[in-house]
Structure formats: C-alpha cells, structure tokens
C-alpha cells in the first residue's frame, strides 16, 4: 500500500481595516436634526440650537443630552409624536456630499483588488435612528451614535444611548478589541494583549470635520492610525479648522468633503490602503 501524502495548508487570517467615520459636517453638510426633523416641525435651526446650548449652560448639562431633550420637548409642544419610522423618514432628506452615495462600494471594491475587506463604522452624537433613514445606512458594519427609548406605542420617550466627544473613543476601542456590541461592558474592559487585537489602531482611518473629532482622532494617529480632517471649502473658516487639525498634530491630512472618485479624500483613503497593504507584506517576509 502506497503510503498517501498528507498536504497540510494553512490559510492566513484575512486582512481588513476599519474606516470611522463622523456624520455631522464629515458626511453631509450641517446638523441631521436640521433636515426632515426641524422642518416638520417649523423651526429654525438657530432657534433650536441656541435653546440647546442655553439648557446645557444653564443646567452644566451635558450637550448631548440636552439636544435630545430639546427634541422631545419641541415634539411635545407642538403635539406631534415621533417614531423609529418618522425619525428614519426624516433621514430620507439628509443630503449627503458629493461622491457619498457611492463612496462605499467604490473603497470596498479597490481594497478587494488589493486582498483587503474593509470594515465601516460610524460613531456619531446624531441619531442613529435617523441614519437609519439614509442611503449609505447599509453599509455600516455597527452604527455607534446617538438613540431613544420607546414607548409601548412605538413614540419616542428618553433618550437611550448617548455618544458625546469623549464616548467616541470608547467605540473605537471597541473595534479595536473586536467587542462591538455597545451593551458589552465586560469584554471591552478586559485585558488583551496588542498582538491579539483583531482590529489594531494602526489599520484604522478616522474621518471628522469638528472639535468632538478631537479625542478620536488624536487618540487613533498616536496609536499608528490615520486622520483625515473634513471640511466644507464654502463654508467660513472651516478650511482654517481644519488646517488647525493639521497643524496640532490631530489629523495626517486635511481634504474638502468631496468623496468622488480621483477627489484628495478619494485618492487620500486608497493610498492609505496602499501603504497598509505594502507594510503587511513586509511584515510576512
């Protein structure tokens, strides 16, 4: 009896990264809330906001929990209810920037050329319920943002989960681990070594416009990651914002919210792939 050969294979842990990203001001223009909701509701945003920020000054709440708050109070007087469903129709107006709606695709379909599955996380202080309403809603892996509570007749009652500047940085840590159930509270705390992270720093982009962007941002390019800094060129000072991100070491780079092919974040995303991919190789040799 000829004595068979035994081929043992080993097959290489997949290679993926993680792409963060804001949503006010990173992904569409202005506050979600300014769209579908304040409209239904007659008010202006100005109006909205400054009573917003005064309940925080006033109460030394917290911003977040404010807004959320304002939401529901403003509902309230004007007696109409909100559900999960009025909220996602809300979403439906939300108009994103240029290149967006097919921004996902596009990035998946280079990193797969180069071996690469990217993984696409939002981590938001807006609502995920209106998130849920718009387009690019699907290709989040998790959406870490903002939500309510229902009651038995489906209306929105308190607020449920809130994610401010500092909450961010818990989520990113969650992808890093891999613990991405948000009502996970054990595992994410538990020790594990760098090495047995799933998802390290260092193949994580953050994409952000704002001054909440800050602690994730710094914390992901200190750890190896990289930060683009989003602006929108026609709005004022923004563009001096976002090179302030630059300047203070925040950011790697800064680019115009435009995520059309061959555009600086378009060409910023995929040579940031590249570069992954080539130090990946260099690491098997």
């Known amino acids: 009896m000829k004595d068979k050969k035994i081929i043992v294979t080993t097959m290489k842990k997949k290679f993926e990264i993680a792409i963060c990203y804001d949503f006010d001001g990173t992904l569409a223009a202005g506050n979600m809330q300014e769209y579908g909701f304040l409209k239904k509701l007659g008010i202006k945003p100005s109006e909205f906001w400054n009573k917003s920020d005064s309940l925080a000054q006033e109460a030394n709440a917290d911003h977040v929990l404010c807004y959320m708050k304002c939401m529901l109070d403003a509902a309230k007087a004007k007696n109409i209810v909100f559900t999960k469903d009025d909220f996602a129709n809300c979403g439906k107006d939300i108009k994103l920037f240029a290149g967006v709606e097919d921004w996902f695709e596009r990035i998946n379909k280079y990193a797969a050329k180069k071996g690469v599955k990217v993984n ?93 962007d800050i ?60 570069k992954l991919v080539a130090e990946q190789k260099l690491n098997e040799l």
């Open 120 to 212: 696409h996380y939002l981590i938001s202080s807006g609502l995920t319920e209106i998130v849920e309403g718009t387009s690019i809603a699907k290709y989040f892996e998790q959406m870490y943002a903002c939500s309510f509570m229902y009651n038995g007749y489906g209306e929105a009652l308190w607020p449920a989960r809130i994610v401010n500047y500092t909450d961010k940085t818990q989520y990113l840590f969650r992808i890093n681990k891999g613990c991405l159930d948000p009502n996970d509270e054990k595992s994410v705390n538990k020790l594990m070594p760098l090495e047995d992270r799933p998802m390290p720093f260092s193949r994580m982009i953050y994409l952000g416009d704002g001054d909440t």
């Open 215 to 274: 602690p994730s941002m710094a914390m992901v390019k200190s750890r190896g990651g990289h930060c683009i800094a989003v602006y929108q060129p026609k709005k004022k000072g923004a563009a001096t914002k976002a090179q302030k991100y630059l300047d203070d070491g925040r950011a790697n780079f800064i680019a115009p919210a435009d995520y059309s092919a061959d555009k600086k974040i378009d060409k910023c995303v995929k040579y940031i792939i590249d």
